[in-house]
């Protein structure tokens, strides 16, 4: 295991705004991309955190995000809109695009809006929650690199595909982000880093057999070789792995077909783009009746969950996001923890663009 | 194994209409029972066909469901609507439900229309077929008596919890309808029938532990004792049970909670009533532009995943809905396979009704 090092949240903050100040964007963008990095190491979602800095630097770098975009809407009516992100920082598109479907949900109840030509977005569950916030109901999906293989098949042809779906509740927001894979392929690359072997049921080769290498998983992926992470439910169809492979499939149609962009097939397929989609579905509860009547119900159910009686060997029941919040309000105001390889690549990162890497001291 | 007889679709049909029409429905109301019926029956998920009649004859005689209820529409909007079915048979309420939503989307693009205190209804996949026959992306789900674990738990709190979706495409429609469980309810009752262990990874005790006995597993659910079936993605976290927990949530929400109605935890709590609720969601294409381009992108992917590399031992990628649509147009114009247990059930239920039984030979 890699050692970690523990860095205050205000100064990660203060250098990814810097940083991606040195690229271009603006300091309201700077701002907005940062928040939504640092809101996924606030999470304990390392792998969508400032670690993923070096891929975004790439892609900045080499052209796939264009600093100066200007996303177009290119269709668009009361309740929906594609918007072409035009090679558009992630971040900055989905905020925008979450944005405008709160803003048709406030007017008609409804709004979806679905991107294309994008880039990685971050954590799905972060224009959820804001969709939540707002007393919404919000769903965001997002393909990617192709990396899951569909049931019987052998080759990524899917993305890790996450579902992400929001409500608000006292004392934690139901919030639910997660991939329609078995794992996400942030863990394959923990497992590679750390030369663990894969837990058997995670990953095929190139001919469809369970492996439990992760590096080749993983360099077959990018090489488009073949092999892949299982869908959700595991290989072939006795513990549901169908299930999973028509959820992505879902996530394909909401994202790339919708919107006339890619599937996740076709993505990092070409030089000096990703072509990345998304989606962001948001409800207003008011379409059911009253919504404080709503959140009480809620409420009311998720206790159930809570209380209902434990497993051998645990005592307590998670309900989706309540880990995540917890650990969130502790981290913001305090430290996040920062693995050294990390930390040596953000100082080198942030030589080359001229920025000053003590603010990570 | 039971041994299986084939018997003709037009007279089971017949049969089943008749039944139905002895229990005072109208002759239009036992048809479209007996259309949804034989639905599952011509698809191969015999769990979900006429093998079930023994269930709604007791629904029926006991009170659950109400014959002669008149569902009433509690909430309504341009987008939305709240049906209290007031105990009406599930396929007629469903069906009702399922149409409005078209309507409002046709009118609108979307619709969406929950329904609270109505009864089983059938295979969710019917509904959202008959939305992608109208062209429209059709979304069905439905809460069932509570019988899935929570990630961590030991008792029974969500039920199996079906997600459908459905949009039409050539040559099949992409028709995806699953649990968010790692099986379905009855892949245990087909196990406790024939007397075979269940497999590891399905469902657990009433201690939370594996159990591989099938019977036992039901007749706690029954008596509401513990145990039950793991979500989908299994035990604890590793392979992602907390992401079929989640999504079991998600289908809590969209039909118990936002109808107004009970969540699978208080399903068939009360004599003389199931407390079953289900939503409908259905959305327009043409929100994202030209219809005929989408289609075309979904049938161009679709294919690209038949095509795409196959598994060890595997020559076929099965599209969702595809194995689905070759048996029912096969099975449709000839005979289904019913096992004998449930022909005897049949005649036993027709000599109680007075319908003859000599139609299903």
């Not at 977005?121 to 690199?145: K, S, V």
Request: hydrophobic share 40%; glycine share 10%.
């Amino acid at each position: 295991m890699n050692a970690y090092q523990e860095i205050s949240s205000s100064a990660a903050r203060a250098f990814c705004q810097e940083l991606f100040k040195s690229y271009h964007f603006s300091t309201a963008e700077s701002a907005v991309i940062s928040d939504i990095l640092l809101a996924a190491d606030f999470a304990g979602i390392e792998s969508h955190g400032i670690q993923r800095i070096i891929r975004y630097h790439e892609e900045i770098t080499s052209g796939c995000v264009d600093v100066h975009a200007v996303p177009e809407t290119v269709f668009d009516t009361k309740l929906s809109a594609v918007i072409d992100a035009h090679k558009a920082m992630g971040q900055l598109v989905a905020i925008n695009a979450l944005d405008l479907a709160c803003v048709k949900a406030r007017d008609q109840g409804f709004g979806i809006v679905s991107v294309r030509n994008a880039n990685h977005i971050g954590i799905c569950g972060y224009y959820t929650e804001r969709a939540a916030q707002e007393g919404f109901i919000g769903i965001c999906m997002t393909n990617t690199e192709a990396i899951a293989v569909p049931t019987f098949g052998s080759a990524g042809m899917l993305g890790t595909n996450p579902i992400a779906f929001a409500m608000n509740a006292d004392p934690f927001p139901l919030s639910f982000d997660v991939s329609t894979t078995v794992v996400p392929r942030g863990k394959l690359e923990v497992c590679a880093k750390n030369n663990e072997p894969l837990p058997l049921g995670w990953a095929v080769d190139e001919e469809g057999r369970d492996t439990t290498n992760a590096a080749e998983v993983i360099d077959r992926i990018v090489r488009k070789a073949g092999g892949g992470i299982l869908p959700l439910g595991g290989a072939g169809i006795l513990s549901g792995g169908h299930k999973g492979f028509g959820l992505g499939i879902l996530v394909e149609i909401f994202t790339g077909i919708l919107s006339g962009g890619i599937t996740s097939n076709h993505i990092n397929r070409v030089p000096g783009e990703t072509g990345i989609c998304a989606s962001f579905l948001v409800l207003d509860c008011a379409l059911f009746g009253d919504t404080n009547e709503i959140k009480k119900r809620l409420e009311h159910f998720l206790d159930e969950l809570r209380t209902s009686p434990k497993a051998q060997g645990h005592d307590r029941i998670f309900i989706p996001g309540e880990r995540k919040a917890e650990v969130s309000a502790q981290r913001a105001q305090s430290t996040i923890p920062v693995n050294k390889p990390t930390l040596d690549e953000l100082r080198r990162i942030a030589a080359l663009q001229d920025v000053d890497s003590r603010l990570l001291c």
